[in-house]
């Protein structure tokens, strides 16, 4: 790696600019320099430690603040993390700190070794040849985190554990070779225990989705062109974004993925009115429903675990994005000491929005109102066999909406059964049929393979500041008024509102009985009308967790026990999860955070937002199952005259 400590790093545009590549590799190489770290160590996250967010807001054009990187760093051997600010304009170390038994996100070095080393293993060929293969370049024998199911050996290393699956070259293929796992002491080198269960039969049924038996005969549509004759109506320039009235800075995170910051909106007058500071995937929890000792640990901290940037997939125009999408690189470190340009991460552009508001008036059969345009910015991350495709748009009525799209291969058990079994078992007296074996915890999709029951558990982290920091937190709850000389005919449903001044009060869940919705509020910005400024919170599609609540992984996940959170902004608390879900401590969440019953009317507050998908799989979802949705919208409410009305 060429030096760049005698180059000037320091020059961003912008105080939240995300680290260049350049930063990058400074920020190792003085770490290298200190000796804080060796050429050994690897380095799950290098990243810009954003400045206060006091300062950013005060910051103006021209003005300068210190340039800073947020490096955790791991020991291998010694299972020994360390934290790091390294100040970039002055070269040096300003802290280093241990973390004492917590695990940091699993590297791509270390997924790509622990392969490597488990193809070695006598006990794991053997087994593997017991199943007949024994070219080993066909197997995916990867290990995964797995210390939420402690081990029968106790010990102060880094615990792996490998699920092998049959991989085929320039084929979408994710064979489970059940009955075969391993648990690997990755400190040490060592595998603590292969296990070695019954053989179970390779389905007929053809995983691969370039198999013309799988992708039928159905013909293309033909094609649905968008253009825009007169070019993008968007600027994007040092990750400042401008469309309509809306301006926005985005960034892209190695454990995050896309970051939006500074969210706001232009009047007229060109008075900037804020909304969010910040807005982000805080984290993600996917628990799987089986019993099975080879499936039980399973419950993957999929941001926390691997990192939503790192495992970031190129957009595709065409394919995985428009056609004709803007598709922006960004920097992020190799996790090894250097950096790397991920291609097209990122992609922003247009789209039809439907109308912006319309009437037909039947008398003069006039039809009027204008079409409405949306600006879409996302990022695609492939974590394993899953892909989780991430979407903001941003529409001209001022509202905002999150969705996430799931696709990608379905993580799949190996089975005996070739034929469903709770569709063929007796329904009792209340007509309810179940199965009684391991089809409770999943459903068949081809001979031989099952799909477990499971969850995607999001967490959004949404800094609020609507007309500045100072706000506060309401809930909206319709309810269904009583029959009385004033409401005689039943007819009759109330609003009511409730302001919660401490964060206890609004640890919250979604109510569809009383179309339960949240309000984020700034008391000191009030309309001619008299109605505070707000941003509402609409949830959509949701679920619970099905976990038990004294099971390890729901334990760690205190952003899955509710649906909504509001907190006291502190700029230590930026995961749902924690720093680090994986920790020997007592649990550091958003759930613990709220014990301290902060005050919360009229301070700055951050909304988290839990989002569940629960995935019952069908079988037309096999070999590749076509993209579930989930979303949720923020909306303007009682602004300001100017603000947002359609034009």
């Keep these: 790696m060429a030096s760049v400590l005698g180059t000037r790093v320091f020059g961003a545009a912008h105080p939240l600019e995300p680290l260049s590549t350049n930063e990058l590799r400074a920020a190792v190489e003085v770490l290298l320099k200190e000796n804080k770290i060796s050429t050994n160590t690897l380095l799950p996250m290098v990243t810009l430690r954003e400045p206060s967010k006091e300062k950013v807001i005060a910051w103006e054009t021209g003005s300068a603040l210190p340039r800073e990187a947020l490096v955790t760093a791991y020991e291998l051997a010694s299972h020994r993390t360390y934290e790091a600010i390294v100040d970039l304009d002055q070269r040096r170390v300003t802290q280093w700190r241990h973390r004492p038994g917590v695990e940091p996100l699993q590297t791509k070095a270390e997924l790509e070794a622990s392969a490597q080393f488990l193809q070695t293993n006598e006990l794991w060929l053997a087994a593997l040849k017991r199943r007949g293969l024994t070219n080993i370049a066909l197997v995916d024998s990867s290990s995964v985190p797995g210390s939420l199911i402690p081990f029968r050996v106790a010990g102060d290393f880094r615990l792996l554990r490998a699920s092998p699956f049959l991989r085929l070259a320039n084929r979408l293929t994710w064979e489970p070779l059940e009955g075969l796992s391993a648990v690997v002491d990755f400190s040490h080198r060592k595998v603590l225990e292969v296990i070695d269960r019954d053989i179970i039969p390779r389905s007929t049924s053809s995983m691969d989705l370039f198999d013309p038996a799988v992708r039928g005969n159905r013909e293309g549509l033909k094609p649905l062109v968008t253009t825009q004759p007169e070019g993008a109506n968007f600027t994007v320039k040092d990750h400042s ?136 910015i996302g990022c695609l991350a492939t974590v394993g066999n899953y892909d989780y495709r991430f979407q903001w748009s941003f529409r001209q009525d001022g509202s905002i909406e999150f969705h996430v799209y799931l696709t990608g291969v379905m993580q799949l058990k190996g089975t005996h059964a070739k034929t469903c079994t709770a569709c063929a078992a007796r329904a009792d007296k209340t007509g309810t049929s179940t199965a009684t074996d391991e089809q409770a915890y999943g459903v068949l999709v081809a001979d031989h393979l099952l799909a477990p029951h499971h969850q995607h558990l999001f967490n959004l982290r949404l800094d609020f500041d609507v007309d500045g920091t100072r706000n ?176």
């Design 241 to 376: 974004v401008a469309w309509d009235r809306w301006r926005f800075r985005y960034a892209f995170h190695p454990r995050e993925g896309l970051v939006l910051y500074q969210i706001a909106w232009q009047e007229p007058s060109g008075k900037l009115r804020p909304i969010l500071y910040r807005a982000s995937v805080s984290d993600l929890l996917a628990p799987y429903a089986d019993p099975d000792r080879d499936w039980s640990w399973r419950a993957f901290f999929d941001e926390s675990d691997f990192g939503l940037g790192y495992f970031a997939a190129p957009l595709v125009r065409g394919v995985t994005t428009e056609a004709y999408a803007t598709l922006l690189s960004e920097p992020l470190p190799d996790q090894t000491g250097g950096a790397r340009t991920a291609a097209d991460v990122v992609d922003i552009y247009e789209r039809d929005g439907g109308s912006l508001w319309a009437h037909y008036e039947p008398e003069s059969k006039a039809s009027a109102g204008p079409r409405a345009h949306e600006l879409v």
């Design 472 to 647: 506060g937190v309401r809930e909206f709850n319709l309810t269904t008024d009583r029959r009385s000389s004033t409401n005689p005919h039943g007819n009759a449903f109330s609003l009511s509102q409730t302001v919660f001044a401490r964060e206890g009060q609004a640890v919250r869940d979604l109510n569809p009985a009383s179309h339960r919705m949240w309000a984020v509020f700034n008391p000191n910005s009030i309309s001619a009308l008299g109605h505070s400024a707000a941003y509402l919170l609409e949830p959509g599609m949701n679920s619970v967790p099905f976990l038990a609540k004294d099971s390890p992984a729901r334990k760690r996940a205190g952003f899955t026990e509710h649906h909504f959170f509001a907190t006291r902004y502190r700029d230590t608390e930026l995961y749902a999860g924690g720093d680090y879900p994986m920790t020997t401590a007592p649990p550091n969440n958003v759930l613990t955070w709220t014990r301290d019953n902060e005050r919360i009317q009229n301070e700055d507050v951050v909304v988290w937002y839990t989002l569940g998908v629960t995935h019952i799989a069908r079988p037309e979802e096999f070999p590749v199952m076509p993209a579930a949705h989930a979303s949720f919208r923020l909306r303007v409410w009682h602004s300001a005259v100017s603000w947002c009305r359609p034009d």
